[in-house]
Antibody
Framework: QLQLQESGPGLVKPSETLSLTCSVFGGSISSSDYYWDWIRQPPGKGLEWIGDMRYGGSPYYSPSLKSRVTISMDTAKDQFSLKLTSVTAADTAVYYC????????????WGQGILVTVSS | DIQMTQSPSSLSASVGDRVTITCRASQSISTSLNWYQQRPGKAPKLLIYAASSLQSGVPSRFSGGESGTDFTLTISSLQPEDFATYYCQQSYAVPYTFGQGTKLEIK
């Protein structure tokens, strides 16, 4: 059974870069059949898709975050990563990694999520 | 971006009730609509994909429907574990967008 797990700092200072990693267990990210996604949820608010990437493909980013986001993959470790630059308090959220199949964009499974707080 | 509007934002119901949550898309999205359940402190869980297909392992009391740009999630007989927040999500176009959520509470 595929499982995803987010890791990274829980506290980031304003103007710095948020860096998170999603580790994939029970499967490989080296399949062109799936996209690997980042999604976030500010405390008490709704869900926002950040972007995705597929093995052998180019990443897609939400236009609202595109200038600050980079998603990359490390196939040797079955991990994919998120970098978000120039963070502000508005970037405080629970960050989830997830997967969706090529041709059908429903997110399943999801990681447990990691709370990242932007504060000095 | 495609806007997804859910109604109601919150709903009180009792165990055994039949409830329906609605999601309206700001433009045509065919049947590219998914539903998730989120319990407090947990990640969302996929319930329905492609408007009406039940995800494996999800109880059959959950069902999805669509009529044009309006989509519904129906729970036929509420169980205690169903009290949670529900989100719709369009998968028609990037950026993929979610509704604002419907919180289902115990009456």
């Amino acid at each position: 059974q595929l499982q995803l797990q987010e890791s990274g700092p829980g506290l980031v200072k304003p103007s710095e870069t948020l860096s998170l990693t999603c580790s994939v267990f029970g499967g490989s990210i080296s399949s062109s059949d799936y996209y690997w996604d980042w999604i976030r949820q500010p405390p008490g608010k709704g869900l926002e898709w950040i972007g995705d990437m597929r093995y052998g493909g180019s990443p897609y980013y939400s236009p609202s975050l595109k200038s600050r986001v980079t998603i990359s993959m490390d196939t040797a470790k079955d991990q994919f990563s998120l970098k978000l630059t120039s963070v502000t308090a508005a970037d405080t959220a629970v960050y989830y990694c997830a997967r969706h199949p090529r041709g059908s964009t429903y997110f399943d499974p999801w990681g447990q999520g990691i709370l990242v707080t932007v504060s000095s | 971006d495609i806007q997804m509007t859910q109604s109601p934002s919150s709903l009180s119901a009792s165990v055994g009730d039949r409830v329906t949550i609605t999601c309206r898309a700001s433009q045509s999205i065919s049947t590219s609509l998914n539903w998730y359940q989120q319990r407090p402190g947990k990640a969302p869980k996929l319930l329905i994909y492609a408007a009406s297909s039940l995800q494996s392992g999800v109880p059959s009391r959950f069902s999805g429907g669509e009529s044009g740009t309006d989509f519904t999630l129906t729970i036929s007989s509420l169980q205690p574990e169903d009290f949670a927040t529900y989100y719709c999500q369009q998968s028609y176009a990037v950026p993929y967008t979610f509704g604002q959520g419907t919180k289902l509470e115990i009456k």
